[in-house]
């Protein structure tokens, strides 16, 4: 099983905060959000966000919409993917 850093994403339109993160990036590689969804679900990998020397966990949450991903820090599920960079 590999821990990956996630370091950027893709989110179309990137300014609005109700759609979807469409891709996420590290280094040397980009997976659609299926992508980590499923290898998440299927215990192949791992992901995770690092701010000021902060890791937080990447895990999938079932919304009224269907599953999609947060990061989990210090006890709590935030949006701290929202704030990554934009992907090449």
């Given amino acids: 099983m590999a821990d990956a850093k996630v370091s950027c994403i893709n989110k179309q339109p990137r300014d609005n905060p109700y759609d979807g993160i469409t891709h996420l990036g590290g280094k040397e ?9 499923d290898s998440i679900e299927a215990k192949t990998n791992t992901f995770y966000t690092e701010v000021d ?9 079932n919304g009224p919409n269907g599953k999609y991903l947060r990061t989990y820090a210090d006890g709590e599920w935030n949006d701290n993917l929202l704030s990554l960079p934009e992907c090449p």
């Fill in 29 to 37: 590689w980009k997976w659609t959000r299926q992508q980590v969804i």
């Fill in 53 to 61: 020397g902060n890791r937080g966990n990447i895990g999938v949450v």
